[in-house]
């Protein structure tokens, strides 16, 4: 069963529109980015999403019911960019809580804080946390009861690039168990390797929803090809390619998908002259101002 379905979904303040007739779906185990400027409509989304505003037409369908449902509520976990928590409580008193609003029992709560990295915080109050550790006790909140679909907002904010890293580790396994994951991010450089499709609002339009591989095809954007001349032989390389020296040894060549084989060819044929090449695709940062330039009005 498909975890998230949007169709036709639209949403409309004051007149302005907020979201303008998106569509997309999400299934078990994907992991999709939802990027775009600040008002794009990324946080209109999740706000149906979670059934805490209405749609003005299409539908939502979560987990196979309604936004806001007791099923959906149930099966859905979020995590805002803010987290907020009482700070005189300690990490397992405040998952404790959590637990027991969820008719768990909190003897859970040190198993979830390990998982989140906190063991060893657990019996601190959250008061002397720091940014990065009261995000991952929104993490540990937010997996209580095992969820199906994850609403993820900036989850990595505050966070150092280990604890990116262990962050987006534990994304995996969730979605290796069957979970779903939407997950909004400025990050572009992280969830270009750690997501399996990407959405891109622009106004309130989607104006992409792909995998990377995908988007790169359909964006037709310049590969450039980064050669190494053997010493002493840049400016030679740089002519006979017609490339652009860029340093003592680097020359570089920009190409279209369809040309990339033949002009590796090209740098193959220089036998000696060369010492190394990489093919440098566009970034995510590229195919998402391409993207999100064209759709601007």
């Known amino acids: 069963m498909t975890r998230l379905t949007l169709s036709r979904v639209t949403k409309r303040f004051d007149g302005q529109v907020a ?13 999709v980015a939802l990027l775009g400027h600040n008002g794009a409509g990324k946080s209109t989304l999740m706000k149906l999403v979670l059934g805490l505003i209405p749609l ?17 509520r149930r099966g859905v976990a979020y995590l805002p960019e803010n987290v907020a928590f009482h700070p005189a ?3 397992l008193e405040q998952i404790g809580q959590y637990l027991r609003l969820r008719g768990e029992p909190a003897s859970g709560a040190q198993a ?28 540990a909140q937010a997996l209580i009861g095992k969820p199906d679909l994850l609403i993820l907002d900036e989850p990595t904010s505050g966070l ?16 290796a168990e069957g979970a779903a994951v939407l997950l909004s991010s400025h990050a572009l450089t992280e969830v270009e390797a750690r997501t399996d499709r990407i959405v891109i609002l622009s106004h309130g339009v989607m104006v992409a929803n792909d995998t990377l591989a995908g988007l ?39 190409c279209h998908h369809d040309d990339k084989l033949a002009r590796l060819e090209q740098v193959a044929g220089l036998g000696a002259l060369i010492d190394d090449v990489e093919i440098v695709p566009p970034s995510l940062e590229d195919i998402y101002s391409h993207f999100s330039r064209r759709a601007a009005p």
């Open 56 to 72: 003005d037409s299409g539908e939502i369908s979560v987990l196979g019911a309604a936004p806001g449902s007791r099923r959906a």
């Open 160 to 175: 150092d690039p280990v604890s990116r890293r262990e962050f987006y580790a534990l994304l995996d396994g969730l979605a």
């Open 89 to 91: 409580l300690t990490g």
């Open 112 to 139: 979830l804080l390990e998982r989140v990295g906190l063991g060893a915080a657990a019996r601190r109050r959250i008061g002397t946390y720091s940014k990065g550790m009261r995000q991952r006790v929104g993490l």
């Open 216 to 254: 790169r095809k359909r964006a037709a954007l310049p590969i450039e090809l980064h050669v190494a001349a053997r010493e002493g032989q840049a400016d030679e390389v740089a002519r006979r390619l017609d490339g652009r020296r860029v340093n003592g040894s680097q020359v570089r060549l920009d």
């Open 19 to 31: 979201l303008d007739d998106v569509s997309f779906g999400i299934a078990p185990g994907d992991r």
